[in-house]
T-cell receptor, first 114, second 111 residues
């Protein structure tokens, strides 16, 4: 069974530029999460999808971050414009059982904002 | 703010010593999960506890869920260098459909 795929693995941009991350969850997993993990901290939930609907995006900085999961499968997370403090690893995870099931994480996309 | 806290933040042990990390939530958790993240890696699921007072074992690892479902612990007996990593507890807050991760405990094992 293929795992959660994420791309790109690494991205370096200047502040005020834009960046997009892509995630393809495990086939059949209805729940998809985007987490931000700053070095030395635990993953912080940015947004949670159930199929193509948003369950929770209360911690997503909506003035600069956006995410979509149009067909209920893969998802894109965009940052525009980026700030220095956005430097982090962006982790995508999926689950077959909503918020009571095991989360399967991708390798993550490491963003460096200069 | 952070609603799931873990202590200690760091733990350095000699190989063969025991290790325990504690997880405390400000609100009730419907279940709790534990994950391990190796340096440079992504979190990997270890176990899930659902019932109040539940205890589960995986070889040298013992997991407990508190009676009030607000706290949990992970105990490793006779640590090995392969246990190095950061251990996170995580769970959906009861009546809040948000899957929170704890702050993590970073374990270093000296050979």
């Amino acid at each position: 069974e293929a795992g959660v795929a994420q791309s790109p693995r690494y991205k370096i941009i200047e502040k005020r530029q834009s960046v997009a991350f892509w995630c393809n969850p495990i086939s059949g997993h209805a729940t998809l999460y985007w987490y931000q993990q700053i070095l030395g901290q635990g993953p912080k939930l940015l947004i949670q999808f159930q199929n193509n609907g948003v369950v929770d995006d209360s911690q997503l900085p909506k003035d600069r971050f956006s995410a979509e999961r149009l067909k209920g499968v893969d998802s894109t997370l965009k940052i525009q414009p980026a700030k220095l403090e956005d430097s982090a690893v962006y982790l995508c995870a999926s689950s077959s059982q909503g918020y009571t099931g095991e989360l399967f994480f991708g390798e993550g996309s490491r963003l460096t904002v200069l | 703010g952070q609603q799931v806290m873990q202590i200690p933040q760091y733990q350095h042990v000699q190989e063969g010593e025991d290790f325990t990390t504690y997880c405390n939530s400000s609100t009730t958790l419907s279940n709790i999960q534990w994950y391990k993240q190796r340096p440079g890696g992504h979190p990997v699921f270890l176990i899930q506890l659902v019932k109040s007072g539940e205890v589960k074992k995986q070889k040298r690892l013992t997991f407990q869920f508190g009676e009030a479902k607000k706290n949990s612990s992970l105990h490793i007996t006779a640590t090995q260098t392969t246990d190095v990593g950061t251990y996170f507890c995580a769970g959906p807050l009861y009546n809040f459909n948000k899957f929170y991760f704890g702050s993590g405990t970073k374990l270093n094992v000296k050979p």
